[in-house]
């Protein structure tokens, strides 16, 4: 996915997007707000979204406000296949995910998922995010409790009826089935590499138009896997 043919095939897909002059529709934009809220709810809590690679889902959401930690990893498949190289095969069910822990005192569920679809990946790619194809690559939310899939199962509806993207919403909605991390040298890949060309192309401009579409939710300093041992619950 991130490999030098992945790399061109994403320069051929950004100048096809400017020759043929890409519909407005379809830029990042800041989504409405969610109509239907999370219930109360007190402690870090966990989402667990896939959209794309993962250095890029990991990359945006460290700069969430009220995000505490982002671990890359896999969702979807068995424990004994959550390998990259295995994973890559497109044929364990797994897909790249982030395992997200927030404080619902600062960020709710709802708001999370506004970013999702807001400017962290495309949820009309069907089984694909831009130069990566394949299942790994789906839009999927995996609801940890019944209250996340009410407001996740609301929030597309909500898109849905306002025409928000001019493709229908491809997003699976599906009960969480187990998150694996991913290895080492995938976690802070953004924050590491950030001249990495894959980065600059595909990822960059997620946290950019984080930052320019929805500034109450983007704090500048990015919370780091390498800086966390453990996620205090209070």
Not at 45 to 70: I, N, P
Not at 149 to 170: E, T
Not at 176 to 191: N, S, T, V
Request: charged share 20%; hydrophobic share 40%.
């Amino acid at each position: 996915m991130k490999s030098l043919q992945a790399l061109f095939a994403a320069v051929a897909i950004s100048a096809l997007a400017s020759a043929c002059g890409a519909s407005a529709d379809e830029q990042p934009r800041a989504l409405p707000e969610p109509v239907v809220a999370d219930a109360p709810a007190s402690g870090i809590q966990t989402a667990v979204l896939s959209g794309g690679c993962f250095w890029g889902m990991q990359g945006v959401f460290e700069h969430v406000k009220g995000v505490k930690r982002v671990l890359a990893g896999y969702a979807g498949g068995a424990a004994m296949a959550a390998h990259y190289e295995i994973v890559s095969s497109g044929t364990t069910g797994h897909a790249e995910s982030v395992e997200i822990q927030y404080d619902p005192k600062q960020i709710s569920y709802g708001e999370l998922l506004r970013v999702y679809f807001s400017v962290a990946h495309d949820p009309t790619e069907l089984n694909y995010q831009g130069p990566d194809e394949g299942t790994q690559y789906r839009s999927n939310i995996w609801y940890t409790t019944p209250d996340q899939k009410r407001v996740a199962d609301a929030y597309i509806a909500q898109l849905g009826k306002a025409h928000a993207f001019s493709q229908p919403i491809v997003t699976r909605v599906d009960a969480y089935k187990g998150f694996y991390p991913a290895e080492d040298y995938h976690q802070d890949f953004l924050i590491k590499n950030p001249d990495y060309p894959y980065i600059v192309i595909n990822d960059q401009p997620k946290i950019a138009n984080l930052k320019r579409l929805l500034p109450a939710d983007y704090v500048a300093t990015p919370v780091r896997v390498s800086e966390i041992t453990a996620v205090k619950v209070e």
